[in-house]
């Protein structure tokens, strides 16, 4: 008894001389994330939620800018050309670069990597696009890979970058080989300026600098690590008392963090919160147009905007539509293109169409990494819809529940919703490729032979010109036959502590860009 | 012994039934307090259409996190305030108490009285069937409640029937362990050989004079597991598992407030204090009921 | 005793053999694992190659066999979503929810202990009624709303005790608090009662005849023998504080078996969904067993009683 008691005491007295950590000078940055996806840190079983971390401990094939743009910079290419017919793209190699084990990066590992990401085991978000349009790897050369693909192309660099996903990683050949998938899975190595230290799943992820680094010259921090933290109020509270440098935060949190004066980085249309009815559309409501139309005008966006995001968010009226790649298309959306809020016409528009009397529609309600307001919306939509006559059931699910569900095509014409990630024009294709073409593919949602004609020529198209011509009719088609309810593009805020120096977070999707931060150069 | 002319029923054993309960000494005085706040939001529970001063489910996205009347922003439209979708909070503390008391005493019930007949079953028969059926409860009772509540969250949705079901699947094994151990004492005691031997069915044994010695027990742990219920499905509201919304239930309320105790407390806070006050009254209750009822049950 | 003890051990293994049939057609209802491994654009044949490649092809009895064949060398597969062994993910999120535990239990008995004396030597008074409200207090609030206000105001605000993590000490005290008061009520009183029981009983009757000193009566002889109550559930209290940690280690980040759980049932993780219900059953079987062959030790009579 005399013991335990002691024993107790010491603990407590232990735990209050431990004040608040000094973040005084430290050489280390922390990041905590309310959501790390998969927690897998090879780059093919991923996908391209874990770039946040994968970005630092790995070198892309092609670099990117903090805005996304492919870049000469910041990849192991320092250049790329491709052939006459646009079927032969090479790749000119930064010589020098060496991986974390001191071997040195060649052809030999960038095809090695390419065709891991592409093969039967990878998972990443173009692995299927990728393989059906790669013909062939050549390494001509010691810092010279050549893609052959199968139809002439523009889109290998960007597929290969930092921008998208993580197929253009570059890894060890020789590493893996020798250790096999299952030891590089735990014990990851890369070129990049970070090098991998311990993964404790559920907790965190640690790595430390390489003593310098073509991309950043020597690192400012010895240390960076990724810390899960899935509740709000706890991130914020590691934020006040100096624990953690930057933290993802909700809408709602801005206002308060700024009075406190803590920077907020905001990630301006960061996606865009589009919903849509699952297929097929035969026997529904909303197989009429005038009922899809009647449904995007029953909703407020702005006071959707306002209030459920907090005022981080501007109403958006294309499906689908990502403004990244607006400029690059040449494609405006023009006063006539807004939808305004007119639930009278939209009731008009349900009586014409023959649902006077209303009909009954599902909407599926969930939450998504980077939208901790998924089931507030769902039921401020359905509280909109109601208004005009819909009768909404609101069925609460999970994400994967609920793609269950769209891809099975097991409930048609309910409704479910995602915060689609913003991307130029070459990211939009391929986004749109996987849910507006109809030829096999679970995940479409629109289903338009005219779509379908116009999409398939866009990958084989060469002429930029006549690219943005055919998106930019995707997107008026998109918008005219109302395939969707796009509802605002979402600015995502990062909370930073007020002691971190400048930093551009950047745009590309799923990545910080910590490099600025973390250059000296 | 007169055996034969003896009818069973004449041999009930003097258990203290609930209205013969101890006179009310010290330390006995009912209490009132818990009393008062059970019966309170027993009564806004059926009368919810009545006084309910708004629709629960009612948005106005332009009134959202309008704070309580006493606060300079604060209207008499909305008492309480609203949350984060302008439903008026009032309104919904006071449906949500139908909902969160129907959720914990539905759960409850159900658990007893499954828990209770293996229990009973489980000893009488003793032998086999009682080593098969404890082997399934104590199953049960290793399975953590919320991951059971989770995976039928996933597997089906989230709604009121399936919190209810999935928290009684795994809290009758308790009821059923308690009254195994008490039914296991009762069948040594004389009252039951000489109902045995004067030829009463089973049935009748266990219904007439096992069941209502274990009564007492029963009444104490279904007071004392109620309160935890509610607490159960406020923590399911908090992991997307429990009653969902635009449904008012405390929990869930608890659940989508607890982001803004700082900007908006008041969302949190009254369905809070709600949940608090009921679940800490049928706590007491069940506290001073095993005092008055069943001093040596040994229960959490 | 051997005869008990073995006795008693095949009755835990059978509940854990029933157990494994029912995480096992469980952990499948929750859906398909490809949702969230494979991308959007997945074709039929890669879901086909993907659940070969993960053995989600085979038919239900031979994945039940292998599971349990494995599980009895205490190889639980590999992890669906985390691509890897089971056993190494409990390896990393046992001993975080053990020790949470422990100290959730000390500080429950902390509060307990005096709380229960008090109540039981002045039954029936205002400080018995405050000490049984001060306990149930802890039980009568969610536990992740505590929690988040402590954050929010021990925490963030006051800056007296870290928010998250599991490195130093200072942190365990939030989270071990919030989880330990929850359990306080039910301690309290089993103490409580035993506490009556005993200070009622013929031998502490005779000490106070004797001349020994109330304190000394109280704390030492009463209290020695109301603890064995206490002793008698800590396989419950282990299995509540298990159920519990979910959501407080949501709250704290604490990577324990419960965030663990809850992850895996999120991603439909079969094979550490049964893992993780094995592991904790076990765990709660083990403290049971141990409990009662600790009486059946003290207490020959207990050996035959079944």
Redesign the interface.
């Known amino acids: 008894m005399k013991t335990t008691l002691a024993l107790v005491a010491a603990l407590l007295s232990l735990t209050l001389v431990t004040g608040p950590a000094g973040a005084q000078g430290k050489p280390e940055l922390t990041v905590a994330l309310s959501s790390f996806s998969t927690e897998v840190l090879d780059p093919v079983l991923g996908g391209h939620i874990v770039k946040y971390y994968l970005s630092l401990m790995f070198d892309y094939l092609v670099g990117v800018t903090p805005d996304g743009q492919p870049s000469k910079d910041g990849g192991l290419a320092t250049r790329w050309e491709p052939s006459q017919d646009h079927r032969r793209w090479t790749f000119h190699l930064r010589r020098g670069v060496k991986f974390h084990t001191g071997e040195e990066v060649t052809a030999e590992d960038v095809k090695f990597s390419l065709q891991r990401a592409i093969g039967k085991r990878s998972t990443t978000g173009y692995a299927g696009p990728l393989r059906t349009l790669i013909q062939d790897i050549e390494t001509p050369a010691p810092d010279r890979v050549v893609i052959v693909t199968k139809e002439p192309t523009l889109i290998i660099p960007t597929y290969l970058s930092r921008s998208l996903s993580t197929e253009g990683m570059i890894l060890p050949k020789k590493y893996l080989e020798a250790n096999g998938d299952d030891v590089f899975a735990r014990k990851p190595v890369g070129s990049g300026p970070y090098r991998f230290v311990e993964q404790v799943t559920g907790s965190h992820i640690k790595l430390t600098a390489v003593d310098s680094h073509w991309r950043i010259g020597a690192p400012k921090y010895k240390t960076v690590t990724f810390k899960l933290v899935p509740e709000e109020t706890t991130r914020v509270a590691l934020l006040r008392r100096g624990e953690v440098d930057i933290a993802d935060v909700s809408r709602d949190r801005v206002a308060e963090l700024e009075r406190e004066g803590f920077p907020i980085h905001m990630r301006r249309e960061e996606a865009v919160l589009t919903m849509w009815w699952i297929l097929p559309r035969d026997n529904q409501p909303t197989k009429d147009k005038r009922v899809r139309e009647a449904l995007n005008l029953a909703v407020d966006r702005s006071e959707l905007a306002q209030s459920i995001f907090a005022g981080k968010a501007e109403p958006a009226f294309v499906p689908m539509g990502l403004s990244w790649s607006y400029r690059d298309l040449g494609f405006k959306v023009t006063p006539e293109m807004h939808y305004p809020y007119d639930p009278a016409r939209a009731k008009a528009l349900l009586a014409e169409a023959g649902y006077g009397g209303g009909f009954s529609m599902d909407v599926y309600a969930y939450q998504l990494p980077g939208l901790p307001e998924g089931r507030a919306f769902a039921e401020a939509m359905a509280g909109y819809w109601q208004k005009i006559g819909v009768k909404i059931k609101l069925i609460p699910v999970d994400y994967p529940a609920f793609r269950k569900n769209w891809f099975d095509r097991a409930t048609p014409g309910a409704v479910g919703y995602y915060n689609i990630a913003n991307r130029d024009w070459i990211g939009t294709y391929a986004l749109i490729e996987k849910m507006a073409y109809s030829k096999s593919k679970a995940s479409d949602v629109v289903n338009d032979p005219e779509i379908d004609g116009m999409l398939e020529q866009v990958p084989r198209q060469t002429d930029k010109e006549k690219i943005g011509v055919l998106m930019r009719n995707v997107y008026t088609r998109l918008r005219s036959e109302h395939y969707g309810v796009p509802v605002v593009y979402l600015h995502s805020p990062y909370a930073a502590s007020k002691k971190l120096g400048k930093w551009t977070i950047g745009t590309v999707m799923y990545d910080f860009f910590i490099d600025e931060l973390a250059s000296s150069k | 012994m007169p055996a034969e002319s003896t009818v069973p029923d004449a041999l009930a054993p003097p258990f203290p039934a609930l209205g013969a309960a101890p006179p009310l000494g010290r330390g006995r005085r009912l209490p009132f307090l818990s009393l008062t706040i059970i019966g309170g939001f027993v009564l806004v529970a059926l009368l919810a259409d009545v006084l309910s001063p708004a629709d629960p489910e009612a948005q106005s996205l332009r009134a959202r996190f309008t704070p309580p009347v006493w606060d300079a922003r604060g209207t008499w439209a909305h008492v309480l305030g609203t949350d984060r979708l302008g439903r008026d909070l009032l309104a919904r503390v006071i449906w949500g108490a139908r909902v969160s008391l129907m959720a914990g005493v539905l759960t409850v019930l159900l658990a007893s009285a499954f828990g209770a007949a293996v229990g009973l079953v489980a000893g009488y028969y003793r032998g086999r069937v009682d080593a098969a059926l404890m082997r399934v409860t104590d199953a049960t009772m290793s399975f953590p409640v919320i991951l059971l509540a989770l995976i039928l969250a996933v597997t089906v949705g989230p709604s009121f029937t399936n919190v209810v079901i999935a928290i009684a699947v795994i809290l009758w094994a308790r009821y059923a362990r308690v009254v195994r151990g008490q039914v296991l004492t009762l069948m040594e005691l004389d009252f039951i050989t000489q109902a045995r031997i004067a030829g009463a069915s089973a049935w009748r044994i266990i219904t007439r004079h096992l069941l209502p010695n274990t009564l007492n027990t029963l009444v104490v742990l279904i007071t004392l597991q109620i309160g935890y219920v509610i607490i159960v499905e406020a923590s399911l509201s908090f992991l997307g598992a429990g009653i969902p919304p635009p449904t008012p239930a405390w929990g869930s309320m608890i659940a989508e407030g607890r982001d803004f105790v700082t900007s908006a407390w008041w969302v949190s806070f009254f369905p809070g204090l709600a949940i608090l006050l009921v679940v800490l009254a049928f706590n007491l209750l069940g506290d001073w009921l095993r005092d008055t009822l069943d001093p040596k049950l040994r229960q959490l | 005793m051997l005869r008990f003890v073995l006795a008693r051990l095949v009755?835990?293994l059978?509940?854990?053999a029933?157990?494994t049939v029912?995480?096992f057609v469980?952990?499948r209802?929750?859906?398909?694992p490809l949702?969230?491994?494979?991308?959007?654009?997945?074709?039929e044949e890669?879901y086909a190659?993907?659940r070969q490649?993960l053995g989600l092809d085979r038919s239900y009895v031979e994945q039940y066999l292998s599971f349990v064949g494995k599980a009895l060398t205490g190889d639980f597969g590999n992890s669906l979503?985390?691509?890897?062994p089971v056993i190494e993910?409990i390896r990393?999120?046992l001993p975080n929810s053990l020790k949470l535990a422990a100290f959730a239990m000390?500080v429950s008995l902390?509060m307990a202990f005096p709380l229960g004396v008090l109540a039981a030597v002045r039954?029936?008074?205002a400080i018995?009624r405050a000490a049984?409200?001060i306990a149930?207090?802890g039980?009568?609030?969610?536990?992740?709303?505590v929690a988040?206000?402590l954050?929010?105001v021990v925490?963030?605000?006051l800056?007296?005790?870290?928010?998250?993590?599991?490195e130093?000490?200072?942190s365990?005290?939030l989270p071990g608090f919030t989880l330990g008061w929850f359990?306080v009520?039910?301690?309290m009183?089993?103490l409580r009662?035993g506490m009556?029981?005993v200070l009622d009983s013929e031998y502490v009757k005779l000490a106070r005849v004797k001349g020994v000193a109330e304190h000394r009566v109280v704390w030492l002889h009463a209290l020695k023998n109301a603890l064995i109550?206490v002793v008698?559930?800590a396989g419950?209290?282990f299995?509540?504080l298990?159920?519990?940690a979910?959501?407080v280690e949501?709250?704290?980040?604490w990577?324990?078996l419960g965030?663990?759980?809850?992850?895996a049932?999120?991603?439909?993780d079969f094979p550490v969904?049964q893992a993780?219900?094995l592991t904790?059953?076990a765990i709660?079987?083990l403290v049971n067993l141990s409990v009662d062959c600790l009486y059946a030790f003290i207490d020959p009579r207990i050996r035959y009683a079944g």
């Open positions: 009755q835990s059978a509940a854990l029933i157990l029912v995480v469980l952990a209802a929750t859906g398909d949702q969230l491994i494979l991308p959007m654009s997945a074709s890669d190659n993907a490649y979503r985390a691509r890897r993910l990393d999120r000390t902390l039954k029936g008074t018995d049984q409200v149930v207090l039980q009568s609030l969610p536990t992740f709303w988040i206000v954050i929010e925490a963030g605000r800056q007296w005790l870290p928010a998250a993590g599991s130093r000490l200072a365990y005290v359990v009520a039910g301690m009183r089993l009662s009556l029981e109550p008698t559930f419950i209290y299995s509540i298990v159920t519990t979910i959501v949501t709250v704290f980040a990577p324990g965030r663990l759980a809850y992850e049932i999120t991603s439909r969904i993780v219900v904790t059953a709660v079987a």
